[in-house]
């Protein structure tokens, strides 16, 4: 599958709403969100809420590794890796951080490289073969950068190098975003509800909708016959 979208949200409420429209190819988490959610930050808890995902339909659930030192983060991205093959584990792309991640995907782990802000991180998860990288594309903006154009030049760094890794966009806050960067190659995004709901805020669609409706049935569509 080439488009991949993903809910960024730890409340299952939402998930259990969103999930089995069949648009969503996962879900995305932090303990920012886990937070939110008031979900523990635990291996425990991280297996319960993935088993929660799956039985909805993602087919992938990304949850991110903590600790202050390598080896804690080493250990707890195995843990979470142990979970279910289709778990990624996100990891900060500080450099103790692609330390740490460098360990996991040599031990096979799937991961993606988070908290990106600059153009040149973008080839740190290529040269690691991180499966995805997560820019911020709301923050870079607030920094007073133009988000678009950041997350562009990052995607032309990554086929200049024909590097695999994908772009993960987060933090977006406008629908628009999402339409505007697919046309410069990006494909993956993570968002929450409220973007989820842009997509069908149609007033056009609403209208057409119900014209469908109101001719369905003056032509007999209710009819028992």
Do not use: H
Request: overall charge negative; glycine content about 6%; hydrophobic content about 45%.
């Amino acid at each position: 599958m080439n488009l991949r979208l993903y809910l960024d949200t730890a409340d299952t409420a939402v998930w259990e709403t969103w999930l089995p429209i069949g648009i969503f190819y996962g879900v995305t988490s932090n303990p920012l969100l886990l937070e939110r959610a008031q979900v523990a930050c635990t291996v425990d808890s991280l297996t319960q809420l993935a088993a929660k995902a799956f039985s909805l339909g993602a087919k992938e659930v990304q949850l991110q590794t903590w600790g202050d030192n390598k080896q804690a983060l080493i250990t707890t991205g195995q843990a979470l890796a142990k979970i279910d093959q289709r778990v990624v584990v996100k990891v900060p792309i500080t450099q103790l951080g692609t330390a740490a991640a460098a360990a996991l995907i040599a031990d096979g782990i799937r991961v993606t490289m988070t908290a990106v802000y600059e153009v040149p991180q973008i080839l740190v998860a290529a040269a690691l073969g991180a499966e995805y990288a997560a820019p911020y594309l709301g923050r870079i903006n607030d920094s007073g950068r133009n988000g678009r154009e950041t997350l562009a030049q990052m995607q032309q760094a990554l086929d200049g190098v024909e590097s695999s890794t994908r772009i993960l966009t987060a933090s977006i806050r406008d629908v628009d975003d999402i339409a505007y960067l697919a046309t410069q190659g990006l494909n993956t995004f993570t968002f929450a509800p409220r973007i989820a709901e842009a997509f069908f805020n149609s007033e056009q669609t609403v209208e057409a909708t119900a014209a469908f409706e109101a001719c369905a049935i003056a032509m007999g569509a209710n009819s028992t016959r």
